[in-house]
């Protein structure tokens, strides 16, 4: 045991936070020792006063340390909660955020609860976006195509952990490489989007801890879309449907891009936050 409570422990690492500009040091500081605790959030009010267990303060102080010089919660934590799923989350690809979920609403609408589809999620990641759509369509089957051996091997992680491998295929390849298009009911992105100009303005959890090639989108932060979009018209099967993550001023552009390459039946879905963050459309 150590001279500090627990409440000791809240203030001075929320003062160290504060110190290094985090918005809300206090939420951070807290859920930080509810992680080095393994306290439940009323178990640490409920134990604010009390003497710190020694092994609580060296975990929290730790996790403190990294959260200071701007690592990512999930990454500290080892993982989040994305659709209801806890999946693991570190360097190897980009965290999957509450935001992305709309993007699984959508995509949820054009396939039946009772249909055998296949989907595919190109630029998977994590495989959060995949793993929540098999989860929620029992019958269906997955391909996850990505060209990062490192941020596949995560996804198979993820997909082995929720226990649906059985039903998706791991592809090792670029969407530009990939064969399977006209094979697929539906067809998922979340690809790289951000402008290049823009991303050394990111926040730091984002630029110096997401792999660049998953937020880099080109001079005008379309480059995924323009060949996605190309390959898609070619290749996929009439009456399927193709769903992208799109960032909050995009809507127009990707709009434009589906349209001219003769998909129609476009829907979109906005984000937590109210922000144009889903499309869809139907290829003819």
């Given at each position: 045991?150590?001279?500090?409570?627990?409440?000791?422990?809240?203030?001075?690492?929320?003062?160290?936070?504060?110190?290094?500009?985090?918005?809300?040091?206090?939420?951070?500081?807290?859920?930080?020792?509810?992680?080095?605790?393994?306290?439940?959030?009323?178990?640490?009010?409920?134990?604010?006063?009390?003497?710190?267990?020694?092994?609580?303060?060296?975990?929290?102080?730790?996790?403190?340390?990294?959260?200071?010089?701007?690592?990512?919660?999930?990454?500290?934590?080892?993982?989040?909660?994305?659709?209801?799923?806890?999946?693991?989350?570190?360097?190897?690809?980009?965290?999957?955020?509450?935001?992305?979920?709309?993007?699984?609403?959508?995509?949820?609408?054009?396939?039946?609860?009772?249909?055998?589809?296949?989907?595919?999620?190109?630029?998977?990641?994590?495989?959060?976006?995949?793993?929540?759509?098999?989860?929620?369509?029992?019958?269906?089957?997955?391909?996850?195509?990505?060209?990062?051996?490192?941020a596949l091997m995560l996804a198979e992680e993820n997909f082995a952990q929720i226990g649906i491998?059985?039903?998706?295929?791991?592809?090792?390849?670029?969407?530009?490489?990939?064969?399977?298009?006209?094979?697929?009911?539906?067809?998922?992105?979340?690809?790289?989007?951000?402008?290049?100009?823009?991303?050394?303005?990111?926040?730091?959890?984002?630029?110096?801890?997401?792999?660049?090639?998953?937020?880099?989108?080109?001079?005008?932060?379309?480059?995924?879309?323009?060949?996605?979009?190309?390959?898609?018209?070619?290749?996929?099967?009439?009456?399927?449907?193709?769903?992208?993550?799109?960032?909050?001023?995009?809507?127009?552009?990707?709009?434009?891009?589906?349209?001219?390459?003769?998909?129609?039946?476009?829907?979109?879905?906005?984000d937590l936050g109210g922000q144009d963050r889903a499309i869809a459309a139907r290829k003819t």
């Open positions: 045991m150590t001279d500090q409570t627990y409440r000791d422990m809240l203030v001075s690492g929320a003062s160290r936070l504060r110190e290094k500009g985090l918005e809300d040091p206090i939420r951070e500081a807290r859920r930080l020792l509810i992680l080095a605790s393994r306290l439940t959030p009323a178990g640490l009010i409920a134990a604010e006063n009390d003497r710190a267990n020694e092994a609580h303060c060296e975990a929290y102080e730790m996790m403190i340390d990294m959260r200071a010089e701007r690592l990512p919660f999930a990454h500290i934590a080892g993982g989040t909660s994305f659709y209801g799923l806890v999946l693991l989350s570190d360097s190897r690809a980009l965290i999957p955020r509450a935001d992305s979920e709309c993007v699984v609403d959508l995509a949820l609408e054009k396939i039946p609860a009772d249909a055998a589809v296949q989907i595919a999620d190109l630029g998977t990641g994590s495989g959060a976006l995949l793993a929540a759509l098999l989860t929620e369509r029992p019958l269906a089957q997955g391909i996850a195509v990505e060209r990062d051996s490192n491998e059985a039903r998706v295929k791991a592809v090792l390849v670029g969407w530009a490489d990939w064969s399977e298009w006209s094979e697929c009911n539906l067809i998922i992105s979340n690809p790289p989007y951000i402008r290049s100009d823009v991303i050394p303005d990111l926040a730091p959890e984002v630029r110096d801890h997401d792999p660049i090639q998953a937020l880099d989108g080109g001079a005008d932060g379309l480059n995924a879309y323009r060949e996605i979009v190309e390959l898609a018209a070619a290749q996929m099967q009439p009456g399927a449907h193709l769903v992208f993550e799109i960032g909050y001023d995009q809507k127009q552009a990707v709009s434009e891009l589906l349209v001219q390459a003769g998909f129609t039946d476009l829907r979109y879905k906005q």
